[in-house]
């Protein structure tokens, strides 16, 4: 079946712009994820859905970021006035619903650079 | 908090040599163990997990065994291949509760022909 999917691949965008990235989960997935993999920080979580709970949104750096979740499905990330810092891969991430720890499925990313 | 330290690269092996990737983890309760690898150019894709005290988890020839005493979850591959060349993520997850990952900061491995 199909995997997770992002959009787009790749972003470029001046200082100071919003971007929106975007994640489509493995259908049926419930649980949905944010990670940033950048250079010297390694993997980092940023925001979790799971099902209709209020989001886990402790790992979001700043409230210059936000993400939404529609319909249980789609997620965007958003980031206003984007700073150099921002500039990273993005990665979303899929699973099966529930507690514990569940198989994690990952989308190629979408790598941003702010310039 | 939860934490992740793995072992720096990048490790530099000749094909068919053996290799150990070490992970330590620090965790409040039991957590499940990971093992992601990101081949060049594409997405993480999950290696081998374990998700209890001696569990080993094995994939492709590799393997780790979770081992309680130690919070240890080394890597292994008794020979590795020019296809291997990656970077390898050691990372954890609680059973309890709804849990995200916590990663190491990955170790790139090259080998050579």
């Known amino acids: 079946g199909a995997g997770v999917s992002q959009s787009p691949s790749n972003k470029v965008t001046e200082k100071g712009k919003d971007v929106e990235l975007r994640c489509d989960p493995i259908s049926g997935h419930t649980a949905l994820y944010w990670y940033r993999q950048s250079l010297g920080q390694g993997l980092e979580f940023l925001i979790y859905?799971?099902?209709?709970?209020?989001?886990?949104k402790s790992g979001l750096p700043s409230d210059r970021f936000s993400a939404e979740r529609t319909g249980g499905s789609v997620s965007t990330l958003t980031i206003q006035r984007t700073q150099q810092e921002d500039s990273a891969v993005y990665l979303c991430?899929?699973?099966?619903?529930?507690?514990?720890?569940?198989?994690?499925?990952f989308g190629p990313g979408t790598r941003l650079t702010v310039t | 908090g939860n934490s992740v330290t793995q072992m720096e690269g990048p490790v530099t092996l000749s094909e068919e040599a053996f290799l150990t990737i070490n992970c330590t983890y620090t965790a409040t309760g039991y957590p499940s163990l990971f093992w992601y690898v990101q081949y060049p150019g594409e997405g993480l894709q999950l290696l081998l997990k374990a998700t209890k005290a001696d569990d080993k988890g094995s994939n492709k020839g590799f393997e780790a065994t979770y081992r309680k005493e130690t919070t240890s979850f080394h890597l292994e591959k008794g020979s590795v291949q020019v296809s291997d060349s990656a970077v390898y993520f050691c990372?954890?997850?609680?059973?309890?509760?709804?849990?995200?990952?916590?990663f190491g900061k990955g170790t790139m491995l090259l080998v050579s022909p």
């Open positions: 990372a954890l997850s609680m059973n309890s509760g709804y849990s995200t990952l916590t």
């Open positions: 991430a899929s699973s099966s619903g529930g507690t514990g720890a569940r198989e994690q499925y």
């Open positions: 859905f799971q099902g209709n709970s209020a989001p886990d």
